[in-house]
């Protein structure tokens, strides 16, 4: 679905993502994992086309998509969530959602009808339920709970309907409890939908727990990729958790 | 964004407009007082060159210093046309001033289309500082272009106003009905743009500019296609003004007339689609009733809006129409 | 435009000194405010649309004192003075209320403070045209005959103050552990006030510093012509271009950028007599599209 080819990119001679190599299965559900600093979320900037890679290829089932734009990366169906909620805070979830579809149609140059009763109403409502966000669809962003926003971002990238759905850390800053929700709603989505997902992720139990494959990076490489049980075992991996890194 | 209205549509909002634009005229007799009249006429003009800023500030949330610049080539194209051979070569007689206000629009459209261009390829200050720098230069050319402009003195002579429609516009109460008619027509399909998909775009690039490229969305377009169509409206005040005065004066593309909307949107409020309008009324009657009393305007109004900086800290219609939803 | 008097003027020595001299002038008081403007811009991140009044209350506060002591240095200094005492008052008062707001409303609140100052000074000194405090004594000798061209000795005076002055404030700024501090601030304020340094301080300090200077060009420029309400309003436009130009923080391109506007201005006038602001604006305009960042300035 999809493959990275010995990607690089270097910053001032610095490699934040250093020769990376990676292939997801179709609808497989996938983790990267690493230390701060290894170029996580690097990596997905350079997947989504918001870094231009400065070599290596990228390919989306069989298509080439090496420094594409953004857009139309997101647009062929790769959709990705922020770290931090990245989210529009003057305007109500409904209307966020709405936005993100219309944007996928190419539907924002309408200045015909109100945006009010536009027909996308019940796609919009199916990701709002979708996303457990049905009940405060009409709540303001800036006024959610910092799950509700870590949600909205991903309902955002939903609405896309993309093949690839790649979230970064999306459980950062939840406590233990609220954390298990998210992976459990992921989970649930991932079954739905059938996307390939790709996550960056902190908590180890999360990630054996749900990922069908594991990429470890550090310093940019990629250290061990492979099956939960594997990198559980894998000594380098080990110890550039438990070493400097 | 602080609505009225829950529920909004089309034909409520041109009803509205509607029975507004028979109000007005209604006032028109009710009141006989020439200096009312006159009053009403700038607030509207004024508040479509205002709305038209707000497409920017408000909604886009990009601050356009020079927005003065489409207001003055709005009136000097209207002026200049009027006063040309070509209303006599090619005999168009009642096209004349409908013909002059649409090529205003388009000058201005143009012009809006080049200078937005370059200038939405910047950020922040930048952005702001190079509409002024662009305003202040076409500022100079006004100034320098003597013979066709009239420099300094402005377009004199006057121009001829020939009838169309019924319509004489030398008559007060014509001109009245007809400035509050476009006006009014255009804040309404103005609405109707803010309202519509293209409008929430808008609001989506405010809030978030960075967002909307990870939704597939390329802003660039979006933000010219505003500036443009908030450059197209300030011509076309500016037409209507240069109508109202007959003539065109290089003040209007000053950078001090582009402060104007700027203080209209601050007083009424850019969170309320008619904010500006209300900001263009308070304008005027602190206008009218300080020159009245004092000579001392600057003073007045500087305290007016450092009051509602640091007092209110939003626009009037803003405050209102929040206390309004509190119940 | 006039390229033959243009060439003619280039090619002869005394018009090529004498322009230059009056650029020079031009540029070199231009540099005195703009260097204000892009300091406070550098540290504080403010735009200070006021900063042009203050420029006005440097030459009415002069002018008062000029006509109570009669003393020149006196009247500059304490005018300037004067000047950075309300500044600091303003910062304090107003300005500091804003720092976190939108830029607009930043702009608004200056703006006012202009509009409220333009009719305090006629209010107080009267709306007539004040004439300026003159050259001091000492310097009312003939003019300078340099290659035939005219050039009075104050004006050499008044660049030879600015240049001084700037030279002054770059030591200051890299010197002095106050410039030190001073520049900290500008790049990572929360990091000094973890330190335990007063920022506050520190802000407030470099406001007054910048209304001095604005203060001070508008007291030098009270003794080479008159004083009148709104006399600002066209410096802090060009500050504006100045600083633009030269990259906003920088007082290095500030010095630059000044220069080339005063000479901008000086041959412009030759060149193209009807159009010489259009040109500084077409460069302003220019500098904005090629190089945002100014001459000297950080690319963001």
């Known amino acids: 679905m999809l493959k990275l080819i010995n990607l690089s990119k270097s910053f001032g001679g610095i490699f934040a993502t250093n020769n990376v190599s990676l292939e997801l299965k179709k609808e497989s559900i996938n983790a990267v994992i690493g230390p701060n600093g290894a170029g996580k979320t690097t990596l997905f900037n350079l997947i989504t086309g918001k870094l231009k890679a400065d070599s290596g290829k990228v390919f989306l089932e069989e298509q080439n998509i090496t420094n594409l734009s953004e857009t139309e990366i997101t647009h062929l169906g790769i959709a990705r969530a922020f770290q931090i909620a990245n989210i529009f805070p003057t305007l109500s979830v409904y209307e966020s959602i709405k936005l993100a579809i219309l944007s996928k149609k190419h539907g924002l140059y309408n200045m015909w009808g109100r945006f009010s009763d536009h027909s996308i109403n019940i796609e919009a409502n199916q990701i709002a339920k979708l996303s457990g966000l049905y009940k405060v669809k009409n709540i303001i962003c800036s006024e959610l709970s910092h799950g509700d926003q870590k949600f909205l971002d991903i309902a955002l990238a939903l609405a896309l309907k993309p093949k690839i759905l790649l979230l970064d850390e999306p459980t950062a800053g939840m406590g233990p409890e609220e954390r298990w929700m998210m992976i459990s709603r992921i989970k649930d989505l991932w079954k739905k939908t059938k996307m390939t997902i790709l996550f960056i992720e902190h908590d180890m139990d999360i990630v054996f727990d749900i990922a069908q494959k594991i990429y470890v990076l550090q310093q940019g490489k990629v250290l061990a990729e492979g099956l939960p049980k594997d990198i559980k075992q894998n000594q380098n991996v080990i110890d550039a958790y438990l070493g400097g890194g | ?327 | 435009m006039e390229f033959v008097a243009l060439l003619e003027c280039i090619t002869s020595p005394s018009c090529l000194l004498s322009q230059t001299a009056g650029g020079l002038k031009i540029g070199m008081l231009l540099f005195l405010v703009a260097s204000g403007l892009t300091l406070v811009f550098g540290v504080l991140g403010v735009i200070n649309f006021a900063h042009g009044a203050l420029y006005m209350l440097g030459a009415y506060f002069s002018w008062q004192v000029m006509s109570v002591t009669g003393h020149f240095g006196f009247s500059v200094f304490l005018g300037a003075l004067g000047v950075s005492i309300f500044g600091l008052l303003f910062e304090r008062g107003l300005l500091s209320r804003v720092y976190k707001a939108d830029l607009l409303i930043q702009i608004l609140l200056c703006y006012s403070i202009v509009l409220i100052l333009d009719d305090l000074v006629m209010i107080i000194w009267g709306d007539e045209f004040l004439s300026g405090i003159g050259v001091p004594e000492i310097f009312q000798i003939p003019p300078l005959f340099i290659f035939d061209a005219i050039i009075p000795p104050f004006h050499l005076v008044i660049i030879s103050i600015s240049l001084l002055t700037g030279i002054a404030l770059w030591l200051l700024m890299t010197k002095t552990r106050f410039g030190h501090l001073v520049r900290a601030t500008a790049i990572n304020p929360s990091m000094l006030e973890a330190l335990g340094i007063n920022t506050t301080f520190i802000k407030a300090s470099v406001f007054m510093l910048g209304s001095f200077l604005a203060g001070f060009g508008g007291a030098l420029a009270a003794s080479l012509g008159s004083i009148v309400s709104g006399m600002g309003n066209s410096i802090l436009i060009e500050s504006f271009i100045v600083t633009v130009i030269g990259g906003m923080g920088s007082i290095g391109g500030a010095f630059l950028a000044s220069i080339i506007i005063g000479m901008a201005r000086s041959f412009g006038a030759v060149a193209m007599p009807l159009f010489t602001d259009g040109l500084m604006f077409l460069i302003m305009v220019l500098v904005l599209v090629l190089r945002p960042q100014g001459l000297r300035g950080e690319k963001k």
């Open chain 2, 1 to 327: 964004m602080i609505t009225f209205f829950k529920q909004d549509n089309f034909f409520r909002d041109a009803t509205v407009a509607f029975l507004s634009w028979l109000l007005l005229i209604g006032i028109y007799y009710l009141i006989p007082d020439p200096g009312i009249h006159d009053i009403i006429q700038k607030v509207f003009i004024l508040g479509l060159f205002a709305l038209s800023l707000n497409i920017l500030i408000g909604y886009l949330g990009l601050i356009a210093f020079g927005h003065a610049t489409f207001f003055a080539t709005g009136a000097y194209t209207l002026g200049l046309f009027l006063q040309s051979n070509f209303i006599t070569d090619y005999n168009l007689g009642a096209l004349s001033i409908p013909i002059a206000i649409i090529l205003s629009i388009l000058i201005s459209g143009i012009l809006s289309a080049i200078i937005g261009a370059i200038c939405i390829r910047l950020k922040d200050i930048y952005f702001s500082f190079l509409t002024l720098a662009f305003q202040m230069f076409i500022y100079s050319i006004i100034l320098a272009l003597v013979n066709i402009t009239g420099g300094d003195q402005g377009l004199m002579g006057g121009f001829p106003k020939p009838p169309f429609l019924g319509l004489d516009l030398g008559q007060p109460f014509d001109f009245y009905i007809f400035t509050l008619f476009v006006s009014i027509f255009v804040i309404l399909m103005l609405r109707q743009l803010i309202e519509s998909s293209f409008g929430y775009g808008l609001r989506m690039i405010r809030d978030n500019p960075e967002r909307p490229s990870a939704l597939g969305f390329n802003i660039k377009n979006h933000k010219l296609i505003a500036f443009i169509l908030a450059g197209s409206i300030a011509g076309l005040a500016g037409s209507l003004q240069a109508l109202l005065d007959v003539g065109a004066y290089p003040e209007w593309a000053f950078w001090s007339k582009s402060a104007e909307p700027l203080f209209m949107i601050l007083l009424g409020g850019m969170h309320t689609f008619l904010g500006p309008l209300m900001g263009a009324l308070i304008f005027e009657i602190l206008n009218d009733f300080v020159t009245a009393n004092t000579r001392y305007y600057g003073l007045v109004l500087g305290l007016v809006i450092l009051g509602f900086v640091l007092g209110l800290r939003q626009g009037l219609l803003d405050w209102l129409l929040m206390q309004f939803n509190r119940k």
